[in-house]
């Protein structure tokens, strides 16, 4: 597969995410993808990315990019851009955050095998979504 079709492939799992749809996973990642982003304690590979998305549903609203930019090279991709969204309230990586509007920077690392994300890592702004909710001073 070519460079434009592994860009597809994670506006796809962009669209998945959004739409959390996690029925569709199994046909966008491979059966032992690597998801370097869940927290310690969830499940590993595509049963830790379902739970995620399905219990991040509950507690974020309308997430979504209010930027993005893609590249890729070989069976690389990086996402980058703004995330904004509403959190409802409640523990947020450990802290009491209250209900409210975020943006924040956020990176996106894919390995795209055979058309199927293999792996997958984020790295986002999570500092500054904490002290925009109140959890931690600024």
């Known amino acids: 597969m070519g460079i434009e079709d592994n860009k597809r492939v994670v506006k796809r799992f962009e669209e998945l995410v959004a739409a959390r749809d996690v029925e569709r996973l199994d ?3 491979t059966p032992d993808m690597v998801n370097h982003a869940l927290a310690p304690g969830r499940p590993a590979g595509l049963a830790g990315t379902r739970e ?3 219990t991040m549903a509950q507690l974020f609203e309308n997430d979504h990019f209010d930027s993005s930019y893609v590249v890729a090279e070989g069976d690389l991709v990086v996402q980058f851009g703004v995330r904004s969204g509403h959190w409802k309230g409640g523990n947020l990586f450990g802290f009491p955050a209250q209900s409210g509007n ?8 894919y390995r795209i095998a055979d058309g199927r994300i293999a792996e ?3 790295i986002r702004d999570d500092l500054g979504m904490l002290r925009q909710l109140g959890a931690l001073p600024n």
């Open 52 to 54: 995620f998305l399905t």
């Open 102 to 109: 975020y943006a924040r920077d956020v990176a996106f690392a």
């Open 27 to 29: 046909e966008l990642c």
């Open 120 to 122: 997958r890592w984020a």
